[in-house]
């Protein structure tokens, strides 16, 4: 069973940088596509990043680009999204998501793609 923990969500001021973690068990780590999505009050959930775990190819929404970096630790099948130069709209509740067996992230940014998602954690930026 895909099991997914997200840790390292908080409460920050704009510009400040957090970084969240994403523990992931019951599956082969390898050839996955792993991403993580956001969810604003109100709001559809969206793609911010994702990646190929056998590769490390990286995706990223225009929004986030060159402020948020998502990478991994395969030894402890762990991925991290390092998030800087944070700002008020990038408050949401953010959900790490796994594809199993998949030769690439063919849907990085799409919902129903992924098969497996974790519990969340809620990030706040402040003005």
């Known amino acids: 069973q895909v099991q997914l923990v997200e840790s390292g969500g908080g409460s920050v001021q704009a510009g400040g940088s957090l970084r969240l973690s994403c523990a992931a068990s019951?599956?082969?780590?390898?050839?996955?596509?792993m991403g993580w999505f956001r969810q604003g009050p109100g709001k559809e959930r969206e793609g911010v990043a994702a990646m190929y775990t056998t590769g490390g190819s990286t995706y990223y929404a225009d929004s986030v680009k060159g402020r948020f970096t998502i990478s991994q630790d395969n030894a402890k099948n762990t991925v991290y999204l390092q998030m800087n130069s944070l700002k008020p709209e990038d408050t949401a509740m953010y959900y790490c998501a796994a594809r199993r067996l998949t030769s690439r992230c063919w849907a990085p940014f799409s919902v129903p793609w992924y098969t497996g998602w974790g519990q969340g954690t809620q990030v706040t930026v402040s003005s």
């Open positions: 019951g599956y082969t780590y390898s050839s996955a596509c």
